[in-house]
Antibody, heavy 118, light 110 residues
Framework: EVHLLESGGGLVQPGGSLRLSCAAS????????MCWVRQAPGKGLEWVSR????????NHADSVKGRFTVSRDESKNTLFLHMNSLRDDDTAIYYC???????????WGPGTLVTVSS | QSALTQPPSASGSPGQSVTISCTGT?????????VSWYQQHPGKAPQLIIY???KRPSGVPDRFSGSKSGNTASLTVSGLQVDDEADYYC??????????FGTGTMVTVL
């Protein structure tokens, strides 16, 4: 059974940095691209970033480009989201999700809350 | 990349059907057959219910069906049940390995 578990969320001041982690199990992690999706309080889903299984090819939403980067550690089956220059509107629950067939996201973690506030 | 447009709400009585639309552009919904739908109960993570426009993952009841015409995709929930009350989001491939989600629809079972 696929299991994804995010961690690293918390309260950070505007302009600060934070690194989120997503521990994966139950599938061959190195074979799949992974994504980050966020959801601001009371709002809809927003795709944030994607990292190919090659560990190098990344794509980001325009709203985070240049501020967020994504990486993975195959030895630890872990996906990371490195967030810099955080803004108030980055406040959200951040989910990691596994790429599925036809560009779907077939498994999701429970999410971790990031609050950007002074 | 603008969010896909969904109606804010939809409702139906138990046993009835409800259809949710998801309107994009030729750069996303209309340009690819890569539309997926997600169900999200309050306080929970989203769950995939439809992918590739009209395919269901294992374990998803056939009461859920998807379709697409031009720039608009649709999700139909037939035989509404109380547990179907949730938020529903569409998503589409949007070129350059990017995705875009819909604005979300709250389904209420009356």
């Amino acid at each position: 059974e696929v299991h994804l578990l995010e961690s690293g969320g918390g309260l950070v001041q505007p302009g600060g940095s934070l690194r989120l982690s997503c521990a994966a199990s139950g599938f061959t992690f190195r074979d799949f691209a992974m994504c980050w999706v966020r959801q601001a309080p009371g709002k809809g889903l927003e795709w944030v970033s994607r990292l190919e299984n090659d560990g190098r090819t990344t794509n980001h939403a325009d709203s985070v480009k240049g501020r967020f980067t994504v990486s993975r550690d195959e030895s630890k089956n872990t996906l990371f989201l490195h967030m810099n220059s955080l803004r108030d509107d980055d406040t959200a629950i951040y989910y990691c999700a596994k790429d599925g067939a036809a560009w779907s996201l077939d498994n999701w973690g429970p999410g971790t809350l990031v609050t950007v506030s002074s | 990349q603008s969010a896909l447009t969904q109606p804010p709400s939809a409702s139906g009585s138990p046993g009835q059907s409800v259809t949710i639309s998801c309107t994009g552009t030729s750069s996303d919904v209309g340009g690819y057959n890569f539309v997926s739908w997600y169900q999200q109960h309050p306080g929970k993570a989203p769950q995939l219910i439809i992918y590739d426009v009209n395919k269901r993952p294992s374990g998803v009841p056939d009461r859920f069906s998807g379709s697409k015409s031009g720039n608009t995709a649709s999700l139909t929930v037939s035989g509404l049940q109380v547990d179907d009350e949730a938020d529903y989001y569409c998503a589409s491939h949007a070129g350059n390995n990017k995705r875009v989600f819909g604005t979300g629809t709250m389904v209420t079972v009356l």
